[in-house]
């Protein structure tokens, strides 16, 4: 069974900093392209950042300098560091698995993150 779990949500004031964790089990996710989306209320899910099997990463122009995707192969773990955080970076946050080559798409629970001004 396919498990993305998220964590590291929480509140923080603007210019603060947060670090969310995607922790997965059954599968390797070193093989699949591995993101991170966010949905704000009343808002579809946007891409916020992905880092391709291969090791490219792209960022949404509104993550761009300020947040870093990252993985951990050895500990099947993918990170994304958030600094600068702005309330407009308040939404759930998603991690996302996706092997478009074998169809796979996965999806974790969502962890909060609010930013306060």
């Known amino acids: 069974q396919v498990q993305l779990v998220e964590s590291g949500g929480g509140l923080v004031q603007a210019g603060g900093s947060l670090r969310l964790s995607c922790a997965a089990s059954?599968?390797?996710?070193?093989?699949?392209?591995m993101g991170w989306f966010r949905q704000a209320p009343g808002k579809q899910r946007e891409l916020v950042a992905r880092i391709f099997r291969g090791g490219s990463i792209n960022y949404a122009d509104s993550a761009k300098g300020r947040f870093t995707i990252s993985r951990d192969n050895g500990k099947n773990t993918v990170y994304l560091q958030m600094i600068s955080l702005k309330p407009e970076d308040t939404a759930v946050y998603y991690c996302?698995?996706?092997?478009?080559?074998?169809?796979?798409?996965?999806w974790g629970q969502g962890t909060q993150v609010t930013v306060s001004s």
């Open positions: 059954g599968i390797i996710s070193s093989v699949y392209h």
């Open positions: 996302n698995a996706n092997w478009p080559v074998i169809g796979d798409d996965y």
